[in-house]
Structures are given as structure tokens and as C-alpha cells.
């Protein structure tokens, strides 16, 4: 089944399809263990050092309950809240590599087809 993206790079493309075609390109790149990874290098560091004490406190207390314990437990609703937090970071990375890769295939192809158009242009001068 064709993605919008799929569409996109067909050349049946408007605004709306581009911000379709560029929610495909998020959903893949999500699945991509190596996009995320990148996605996650980028937004290493970007919170705040208390929001990383919070998380260093919620981590050491999460050491100290037994895992029959955990569901329910006040320091699993503690890291849920700030996985919430690295989950929204890293779902922004992934939308900004999405985008970018978008705006360069757009680009590039903008660049193929003046050539194909100079080309043209240059047979029938011939």
C-alpha cells in the first residue's frame, strides 16, 4: 500500500500532502532503531539539571522496590512522568529529521528536473 510519501515522491504532491508525506517519513523513522538512536543523540542533555536530579532520585529509589511491588508504586508513576517528558524530546528529533530529510529529496528533486528540463531544452536546440 502506498504512504503519502510514496505518493509525494510520485509527484502527486500538494501542501497537505506534504505534511502527510512527512508523518509517514516520522512513523518510519520511529520504527528505525538507528533513527532513533540519532533522534535520542540529538536530544541528549536538552533538560534541565533538575529535571536529570529528579531522574537520578526516582532511579535510586526505584532500586529500592522489590519488582512485585512496582505496579502501582509511587516511583513508577514518578518515571513514567519523566519518560513522558524524554518521549515528547525525542518525538520532536524525530519530527525535525523527518522534515529535513523531506526538504532535501524536495530540493533534490527540484535540482533533477531543471537538469531534465535543460537537457530537453538543449536536444530540440540541436
Same mark, same amino acid.
Given at each position: ?8 515522491? /510520485? %509527484?502527486?504532491?500538494?501542501?497537505? !500532502?506534504?505534511? /502527510?508525506?512527512?508523518? !509517514?517519513?516520522? =512513523? ?8 532513533? =538512536? /540519532?533522534? !535520542? /543523540?540529538?536530544? +541528549? %542533555? ?16 526505584? +532500586?529500592? @522496590?522489590?519488582?512485585? +511491588? *512496582?505496579?502501582?508504586?509511587? @516511583? ?7 519518560? $513522558? ?7 520532536? $528529533? *524525530?519530527?525535525? *529529521? ?20 535543460? +537537457? ?5 536546440? =540541436?
Amino acid at each position: 500500500m502506498a504512504t503519502a510519501y510514496d505518493n509525494w515522491l /510520485e %509527484g502527486a504532491c500538494g501542501v497537505d !500532502d506534504d505534511a /502527510e508525506a512527512i508523518g !509517514d517519513l516520522i =512513523a518510519n523513522f520511529a520504527a528505525d532503531p538507528e533513527k532513533v =538512536a /540519532e533522534a !535520542d /543523540e540529538l536530544a +541528549d %542533555g536538552e533538560q534541565s539539571g533538575e529535571h536529570y536530579s529528579e531522574l537520578e532520585r526516582a532511579m535510586a529509589d526505584l +532500586d529500592g @522496590v522489590e519488582p512485585a +511491588d *512496582l505496579l502501582g508504586s509511587e @516511583v513508577l508513576t514518578r518515571l513514567y512522568r519523566l519518560a $513522558k517528558v524524554h518521549g515528547a524530546a525525542r518525538r520532536e $528529533k *524525530l519530527q525535525e *529529521l523527518a522534515e529535513a530529510a523531506f526538504e532535501t529529496h524536495r530540493e533534490e528533486s527540484a535540482e533533477m528536473r531543471a537538469e531534465m528540463r535543460r +537537457d530537453s531544452r538543449q536536444e530540440w536546440a =540541436a
